[in-house]
């Protein structure tokens, strides 16, 4: 079977940057890294990650291209796990980083499972939209913000009151 995959640049921009990708489901993440590539102009030489997705786009397990994890825990790697290992029907989008320095972020989403066209040689870039930036787009990272009136210091500790802190008179 084929999967087609729209890959979205994750962009603040109204402009909408995309690419349609057919590849075999038993080809590997790394043939889709590469398809993936060479669809918006880069050279594949940086390093990159799959990371497995939910319907919220939240970043979940880490599938990349090499074992950087000195044996603590070691990851998946792309060219040992098959498309159709980590994405089907039920679990249809991964999230793609492309160069750790730079940060650029696609969304991969399975579109569609098509039979095979006879004559066609996969993968095949089926529609391209949009041109990529010369820069990738800038990454804001902010923490949640649960407690607009937090005060760290507002604990009602008197500091100064040293029979309310409940040390051990003999603690060291």
């Known amino acids: 079977?084929?999967?087609?995959?729209?890959?979205?640049?994750?962009?603040?921009?109204?402009?909408?940057?995309?690419?349609?990708?057919?590849?075999?489901?038993?080809?590997?993440?790394?043939?889709?890294?590469?398809?993936?590539?060479?669809?918006?102009?880069?050279?594949?030489?940086?390093?990159?990650?799959?990371?497995?997705?939910?319907?919220?786009?939240?970043?979940?397990?880490?599938?990349?291209?090499?074992?950087?994890?000195?044996?603590?825990?070691?990851?998946?790697?792309?060219?040992?796990?098959?498309?159709?290992?980590?994405?089907?029907?039920?679990?249809?989008?991964?999230?793609?980083?492309?160069?750790f320095l730079s940060m650029w972020t696609f969304f991969v989403e399975l579109a569609e499972i098509v039979d095979e066209a006879e004559g066609t040689d996969y993968p095949n870039l089926i529609f391209v939209h949009g041109q990529i930036p010369d820069t990738a787009p800038e990454k804001a990272f902010e923490a949640e913000n649960f407690d607009d009136d937090f005060n760290e210091f507002d604990d009602d500790i008197d500091v100064d009151d040293y029979e309310d802190l409940d040390f051990d008179e003999n603690w060291n």
Request: charged fraction near 30%.
């Open 1 to 99: 079977m084929i999967y087609r995959f729209r890959v979205i640049l994750d962009n603040d921009t109204e402009d909408d940057i995309f690419r349609d990708i057919e590849i075999r489901e038993t080809d590997s993440l790394e043939d889709l890294h590469n398809a993936v590539t060479q669809s918006f102009g880069f050279d594949g030489l940086e390093m990159a990650s799959f990371y497995i997705s939910n319907d919220d786009w939240e970043q979940g397990e880490e599938i990349s291209m090499f074992d950087v994890s000195e044996g603590a825990n070691s990851v998946r790697l792309m060219n040992e796990t098959s498309l159709n290992s980590v994405v089907h029907e039920a679990q249809t989008k991964l999230i793609y980083v492309y160069d």
